[in-house]
């Protein structure tokens, strides 16, 4: 699909060159569910993305799996690591280190996967709203191990309260079709806040807030600290949150899940780990570490 395609399918006029965007893929022993994800992102309909893998040291055939992919889909970039330095540290390590192009960024995680219009959906609220938000969300499918739905989106409480809450506005946002559709969707404010986004795969961040964050961390990294945790609130403190009503990706639910913390009932998983000990341990650590005059 061209630009101007695009453009007139999903009702955004204009005629300006539309923004890259780029999936980041950052991988750890998750060879069974790693062709899923990664074919996910060189489906999606949007038509300038840039794809990044990143394997940090899997000890399963993660690596042979992705130079597989590689080599059938040659506009994939590939980082192999020789040792797990985490998901936060490997964020840092590719944003600080390699060169990423794309104005939004999406770290994908690769247990999960992402629906063909995932990004066209992200794109269009940011250029339609134009309100410069740091980041934005989408609602979540759960799915199995198979790949099998187990619920419907992700649990009522993740987003409750919006009118409640000061600054949060519900709008619909009219597509520019030549007949206008309605697009629902929540302006969060920027400023400290507490948890409310889906987990990570659900975001796609602005590079400049990215890039913020990633030169004012410290170095050494947790391999246990999740990306989320610290980028989803550094963000949305900055310049706020745009919240998509769509389910846009499949949330995988298994074992090794760091966003899930509580028993399930009727397959909803109510727990977060933004609200466990271990988040409270990263929250503290990112407040350390964090160099306040590289962000002021």
């Not at 403190?237 to 090794?256: C, D, K």
């Not at 780990?273 to 341990?281: H, W």
Request: glycine share 8%; proline share 5%.
């Amino acid at each position: 699909m061209k630009d101007a395609e695009w453009r007139h399918a999903y009702g955004v006029s204009g005629s300006a060159k539309l923004p890259l965007v780029t999936i980041i893929a950052i991988n750890w022993n998750y060879g069974a569910y790693l062709s899923v994800a990664l074919q996910s992102a060189v489906a999606q309909d949007y038509p300038s993305l840039e794809i990044i893998v990143l394997d940090n040291g899997s000890e399963d055939d993660s690596a042979a799996r992705i130079r597989g992919f590689a080599e059938q889909n040659p506009q994939v970039r590939v980082i192999q690591l020789d040792r797990n330095i985490g998901q936060l540290g490997a964020a840092h390590h590719i944003v600080t280190q390699h060169r990423i192009s794309g104005d939004f960024v999406a770290f994908l995680d690769t247990d999960d996967l992402l629906f063909p219009h995932f990004v066209s959906h992200h794109v269009r609220a940011h250029l339609l709203v134009d309100n410069g938000a740091g980041l934005s969300s989408g609602d979540t499918l759960q799915v199995d191990k198979h790949g099998t739905v187990i619920a419907g989106n992700m649990p009522q409480w993740w987003k409750m309260d919006a009118a409640e809450r000061p600054g949060w506005v519900d709008i619909e946002v009219p597509t520019q079709h030549e007949t206008p559709l309605p697009l629902a969707m929540t302006l969060v404010p920027a400023g400290p806040s507490r948890w409310f986004w889906h987990p990570g795969t659900s975001i796609v961040y602005r590079r400049r807030s990215i890039e913020r964050l990633m030169s004012a961390i410290r170095v050494p990294i947790e391999v246990k600290f999740a990306l989320d945790a610290s980028a989803a609130p550094f963000c949305h403190a900055e310049a706020g949150t745009i919240l998509l009503s769509e389910p846009l990706s499949g949330y995988r639910v298994h074992g090794r899940n760091s966003s899930v913390t509580a028993p399930q009932l009727q397959h909803f998983d109510s727990g977060r780990a933004s609200f466990g000990k271990d988040n409270k341990k990263q929250e503290r650590w990112f407040r350390k570490n964090i160099r306040r005059k590289q962000i002021a």
